[in-house]
């Protein structure tokens, strides 16, 4: 079914269109795939230091003995943010948190975000938050060209670990550990990568006819009953000594998912106790999996790949 979803969407791929503010509101029923041309104001916030917030690495709560299966292992996250927004999120009024993750050197990338889907101000009387996700290049010009750049827009966390594609669940971990601490009051938080466009406006209104008391939510394209690619020359090849198992569980797709602010803080903390696997939606599904929540699947949650129908939240 997802194959025959996929194909068909692969006649249906989105359109480029303008993403203007008004034009939005009236043309929300378009999907819409833009991440470079618009140029339409953003706030520039200066709050944070580009060191604040820095802090302790995390060490696993005092579950030395718990018996050790191949979900319940420590993986502790000893990394420290670097560069930290402590307080531009504590406001309780938060309804949006989105986190992008990106490469340190992805600059681009986060204007085309910032200037688009990511901006803050996008959905009049609706408070968002945008933060870009980053790990460490280990490049002294990189390093100074992503605070500069964090000064400017004040809206870059960053953690000591090495960004690599191997890394990209330490991003996730990192992304929801912050939104546990930095943002707990946030209504609803996304994971969105930055080469997809989001369509906030609908987004939003699908958010906001949810029951106010939604928790325990994550939804997105849910893949359900997939094996690992086992063919070294597949995409997502996955040797058996680093996932063994024969079946994935039911995962959100790694390109946007969205959860109820309860789940950043439920997850980070399972992941203190789950086994690192570097397919971070994989990942996510597994920590899900232990916390006994089914991710729900939304057809109109959709990337290049899985295309959707035209109304759709992401493409
Ligand atoms: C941990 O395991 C050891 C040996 O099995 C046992 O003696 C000890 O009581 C356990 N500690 C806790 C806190 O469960
Ligand atoms: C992930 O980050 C850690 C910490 O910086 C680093 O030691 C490790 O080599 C990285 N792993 C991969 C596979 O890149």
């Not at 971990?173 to 912050?178: A, C, I, N, R, S």
């Not at 080469?195 to 006819?209: G, Q, S, T």
């Not at 995962?251 to 309860?262: L, P």
Request: aromatic share 10%.
């Amino acid at each position: 079914m997802t194959q025959k979803l996929a194909d068909m969407g692969k006649q249906l791929q989105c359109a480029p269109m303008v993403v203007v503010l008004v034009v939005c509101a009236l043309v929300a029923s378009l999907c819409v795939f833009s991440t470079q041309q618009q140029r339409y104001s953003y706030l520039i916030t200066s709050e944070g230091g580009s060191l604040q917030g820095i802090d302790r690495p995390d060490v696993l709560p005092a579950t030395a003995n718990m018996s050790r299966s191949e979900h319940e292992v420590a993986n502790p996250h000893p990394f420290v943010f670097t560069l930290n927004h402590p307080v531009r999120c504590v406001s309780s009024d938060v309804f949006l948190l989105i986190i992008v993750p990106t490469p340190p050197e992805g600059q681009a990338q986060r204007q085309a975000v910032r200037q688009t889907w990511g901006d803050e101000t996008s959905v009049p009387g609706v408070v968002i938050r945008t933060v870009f996700a980053v790990g460490d290049s280990g490049d002294v010009k990189v390093q100074q060209a992503l605070e500069d750049e964090n000064k400017l827009f004040g809206d870059i966390i960053q953690e000591n670990f090495a960004d690599t594609p191997r890394n990209a669940t330490l991003k996730t971990v990192m992304g929801l550990k912050w939104a546990s601490r930095f943002c707990p009051n946030a209504k609803y938080v996304l994971k969105a990568s930055p080469d997809i466009f989001v369509n906030i406006l609908n987004l939003v209104n699908y958010l906001e006819e949810l029951p106010a008391s939604a928790t325990k939510l994550l939804v997105g394209w849910v893949n359900t009953d997939e094996k690992p690619a086992r063919e070294p020359l597949q995409q997502r090849y996955v040797p058996k000594d680093e996932y063994p198992r024969d079946m994935y569980p039911p995962y959100a797709r790694g390109f946007a998912y969205v959860m109820s602010g309860d789940m950043p803080k439920l997850l980070y903390e399972t992941s203190l106790t789950t086994k690192y696997f570097y397919l971070e939606d994989v990942y996510v599904g597994t920590c899900l999996k232990k916390l006994g929540i089914a991710p729900k699947h939304h057809g109109k949650f959709c990337d290049g790949f899985y295309s959707c129908t035209l109304d759709c939240y992401t493409c």
